[in-house]
């Protein structure tokens, strides 16, 4: 059950503007790194909305990993995403895999201003 989650608001993003609509782009992204840094994709779904004009208006995806989860959720009208990445740290620390999918998911998107929490969950260090 230990495990660590990473959890930030990106404010003013300054990525291309299409990205934060593009599905099928943020989720290749997002499996990608998450198999870069050593993290085992075991499933993944990204949605992309639409308003009530038709026009694209932000993408939620989750890649579910062996190790938990990654999970974005874009807002272009405000030029924001949110960010979930949460490892368990079962049959190995995984914390650094964790810190460094974030970092680079962050960087990917380029905020103006980012709001950041650190979760230890369970009983780390048991």
Known sequence: ???????????????????????????????????????????????????ARGEAAGVTGTVVLAESHLAVHTWPEVSSVTLDVYVCNFSGDNSQRAHRLFDEVVTTFAPGRLEKKEVARGHLGD
Do not use: S
């Not at 609509?21 to 050593?38: I, Y």
């Open 1 to 51: 059950m230990n495990g660590l989650h990473l959890i930030a608001d990106l404010h003013d993003c300054h990525c291309a503007p299409g990205f934060l609509l593009d599905a099928p782009a943020l989720e290749a992204f997002c499996v990608d790194a998450c198999q870069r840094h050593g993290l085992t994709v075991v499933g993944r779904l990204f949605h992309a909305f639409r308003d």
